[in-house]
């Protein structure tokens, strides 16, 4: 009875500290504050309980409130402003780097070894490994790997064809997914996953394991990372992670002793390793050789590995899977984009580099779909240095996280008209020259913009061009008009996939 007394007694005092003291922080600073957070989850808990997707939440707060240009809200017993003014969010990414340089999310190398990557590293580490990394990731280098990609590409080809004898509904999401599975294992890996063919294999299964965090978890890793540390709570599954430390250290370890050299990011990161640079793509001179020789430790490079996959693998599946959805509504648009295609391929002989760079109208259609469906729907930011922002007289202290809106600023119709609409002419150069330069969030902006960007495009159109040449992708009667957005992942995806009918042209 005693010990059940003192239960309720600290809660009702935990209750009172949140509703009088947490939750007021933003009224003394004279923030807006939209609706009255909950305890204990803040203004997060459609997330927290999977009734709604976080970018769907925070586009929700940036569309009713955004003339405000500064929300306050609540994650948990975090204070969290989401920034609803363009030029605002220019200072956060980039004016005022040195105030916001971190995310503020899950990262501990202690415990959990594969978070030690770039997206998420703090700090000089992070700057650190940014000045190693971007050699790995020029254009030079991406071309090195357009060997791989496409070579990929084929399999996903014949896939499609023995899909399209048995007449069945194509689920595009699953597909293209095990196509970008097959392309990562290979690049960052060195290895033939095969899951074009076998669809169930070990490296499939794995990747889908990473991104079965349910929403409580992955908010408690993005806004509240403090409790995964104070528990020492590891956030990648124990088995991923030794899954793909173990891939990676074999394959480190079977190349050395072979002397095996191969054009694809695993090589790069052995570089790091052996040497602590890159060599650039002259092969002549080093990157930052001399400033910056310390050597990757094996776990480092296998967490930029991970990273890399798991990135890399989701949001370009996820792209590739929006883009041929809303071709398939929209047949014209997909006629003239495969018209493009055709005449590029046979311009050059076939799919090259090149010919794919020269696809303009194919790249401003895969810009509207990052547009219309950003895969990382949120950009997190925390102030890393007290600062007052400009314009606004908010104080924000050191410690506060912040939340950029990317999906409400790509559906805001004051900066895109009709944003439901898929209009690729939006990304002719006059039009995007008249808009805001950070109106376009899709890889995020500033020093911590995308590493892999570049790889990120190729990667995608490279499977849309194998598909658009050679097959015609119409809508199927499952599927909904508009899709449904699954509310537990953070990226933002199709619940249930994209059903497709795939015909032979």
Same mark, same amino acid.
């Given at each position: 009875?005693?010990? =059940?007394?003192?239960?309720? =007694? /600290?809660?009702?005092?935990?209750?009172?500290?949140?509703?009088?003291?947490?939750?007021?922080?933003?009224?003394? @600073?004279?923030?807006?504050?939209?609706?009255?957070?909950?305890? $204990?989850?803040?203004?997060? %808990?459609?997330?927290?309980?999977?009734?709604?997707?976080?970018?769907?939440?925070? @586009?929700?707060? #940036?569309?009713?409130?955004?003339?405000?240009?500064?929300?306050?809200? #609540?994650?948990?017993?975090?204070?969290?402003?989401?920034?609803?003014?363009?030029?605002?969010?220019?200072?956060?990414?980039?004016?005022?780097? @040195? =105030?916001?340089?971190?995310?503020?999310? &899950?990262?501990?190398?202690?415990?959990?070894?594969?978070?030690?990557?770039?997206?998420?590293?703090?700090?000089?580490?992070?700057?650190?490994?940014?000045?190693?990394?971007?050699?790995?990731?020029?254009?030079?280098?991406?071309?090195?790997?357009?060997?791989?990609?496409?070579?990929?590409?084929?399999?996903?080809?014949?896939?499609?064809?023995?899909?399209?004898?048995?007449?069945?509904?194509?689920?595009?999401?699953?597909?293209?997914?095990?196509?970008? %599975?097959?392309?990562?294992?290979?690049?960052?890996?060195?290895?033939?996953?095969?899951?074009?063919?076998?669809?169930?294999?070990?490296?499939?299964?794995?990747?889908?394991?990473?991104?079965?965090?349910?929403?409580?978890?992955?908010?408690?890793?993005?806004?509240? $990372?403090?409790?995964?540390?104070?528990?020492? /709570?590891?956030?990648?599954?124990?088995?991923?992670?030794?899954?793909?430390?173990?891939?990676?250290?074999?394959?480190?370890? #079977?190349?050395?002793?072979?002397? !095996?050299?191969?054009?694809?990011?695993?090589?790069?990161? !052995?570089?790091?390793?052996?040497?602590?640079?890159?060599?650039?793509?002259?092969?002549?001179?080093?990157?930052?050789?001399?400033?910056?020789?310390?050597?990757?430790?094996?776990?480092?490079?296998?967490?930029?590995?991970?990273?890399?996959?798991?990135?890399?693998?989701?949001?370009?599946?996820?792209?590739?899977?929006?883009?041929?959805?809303?071709?398939? !509504?929209?047949?014209?648009?997909?006629?003239?984009?495969?018209?493009?295609?055709?005449?590029?391929?046979?311009?050059?002989?076939?799919?090259?580099? +090149?010919?794919?760079?020269?696809?303009?109208?194919?790249?401003?259609?895969?810009?509207?779909?990052?547009?219309?469906?950003?895969?990382?729907?949120?950009?997190?930011?925390?102030?890393?240095? +007290?600062?007052?922002?400009? %314009?606004?007289?908010?104080?924000?202290?050191?410690? %506060?996280? /912040?939340?950029?809106?990317?999906?409400?600023?790509?559906?805001?119709? =004051?900066? #895109?008209? +009709?944003?439901?609409?898929?209009?690729?002419?939006?990304?002719?150069?006059?039009?995007?020259?008249?808009?805001?330069? &950070?109106?376009?969030?899709?890889?995020?902006?500033?020093?911590?913009?995308?590493?892999?960007?570049?790889?990120?495009?190729?990667?995608?159109?490279?499977?849309?061009?194998?598909?658009?040449?050679?097959?015609?992708?119409?809508?199927?009667?499952?599927?909904?008009?508009?899709?449904? !957005?699954?509310?537990?992942?953070?990226?933002?995806?199709? @619940?249930?996939?994209?059903?497709?009918?795939?015909?032979?042209?």
């Amino acid at each position: 009875m005693l010990i =059940s007394g003192l239960f309720i =007694s /600290i809660l009702i005092l935990v209750y009172i500290y949140y509703k009088y003291v947490i939750f007021n922080f933003w009224r003394k @600073k004279g923030v807006f504050v939209p609706v009255e957070p909950v305890v $204990p989850t803040g203004n997060v %808990t459609k997330f927290v309980i999977g009734k709604m997707s976080i970018g769907e939440l925070m @586009k929700n707060f #940036y569309m009713k409130y955004k003339e405000h240009r500064v929300i306050g809200i #609540y994650t948990f017993f975090k204070p969290n402003l989401i920034v609803a003014d363009l030029d605002l969010i220019q200072t956060v990414l980039t004016k005022e780097f @040195k =105030s916001f340089h971190d995310r503020g999310m &899950y990262c501990n190398e202690k415990i959990d070894p594969l978070s030690g990557h770039l997206f998420l590293l703090p700090g000089k580490k992070w700057r650190n490994f940014r000045v190693k990394l971007t050699p790995t990731f020029t254009s030079g280098k991406i071309k090195q790997m357009f060997a791989i990609i496409k070579e990929c590409s084929e399999g996903l080809t014949k896939s499609l064809e023995m899909e399209t004898h048995t007449k069945n509904a194509v689920n595009i999401k699953e597909l293209f997914a095990r196509y970008t %599975t097959d392309v990562i294992m290979s690049t960052a890996f060195g290895i033939k996953s095969n899951c074009l063919v076998e669809p169930n294999n070990e490296y499939r299964y794995w990747g889908k394991k990473f991104l079965e965090l349910n929403p409580f978890w992955t908010a408690i890793m993005f806004f509240t $990372p403090q409790i995964l540390d104070f528990f020492s /709570i590891p956030i990648t599954d124990r088995g991923v992670s030794k899954f793909f430390t173990k891939l990676f250290w074999d394959n480190v370890k #079977y190349r050395q002793t072979h002397n !095996i050299v191969r054009h694809d990011f695993m090589n790069l990161l !052995i570089q790091l390793i052996e040497k602590g640079y890159v060599e650039v793509d002259d092969n002549k001179n080093t990157a930052n050789k001399s400033s910056n020789t310390n050597k990757f430790t094996i776990l480092e490079a296998t967490a930029q590995a991970f990273v890399f996959f798991v990135a890399g693998f989701e949001t370009s599946s996820t792209t590739a899977t929006f883009c041929l959805y809303e071709l398939a !509504i929209h047949q014209d648009i997909q006629d003239k984009v495969r018209q493009e295609i055709i005449q590029m391929l046979k311009k050059h002989g076939g799919l090259t580099y +090149d010919a794919m760079n020269e696809m303009t109208y194919l790249h401003k259609v895969v810009q509207e779909t990052l547009r219309k469906y950003p895969p990382v729907p949120i950009l997190n930011r925390i102030c890393t240095k +007290d600062m007052v922002m400009p %314009t606004t007289n908010v104080r924000i202290p050191e410690g %506060t996280n /912040i939340t950029i809106p990317v999906l409400g600023v790509h559906r805001d119709p =004051s900066i #895109y008209p +009709d944003p439901d609409k898929f209009d690729p002419e939006r990304f002719n150069a006059d039009q995007v020259a008249a808009r805001h330069p &950070y109106a376009f969030l899709a890889f995020g902006e500033g020093p911590r913009v995308c590493i892999g960007t570049r790889f990120g495009y190729v990667q995608a159109k490279v499977g849309i061009i194998s598909v658009l040449s050679r097959f015609k992708a119409k809508l199927h009667p499952q599927t909904a008009i508009p899709l449904e !957005i699954d509310n537990k992942i953070f990226v933002l995806n199709a @619940k249930g996939g994209v059903n497709l009918i795939i015909e032979p042209l």
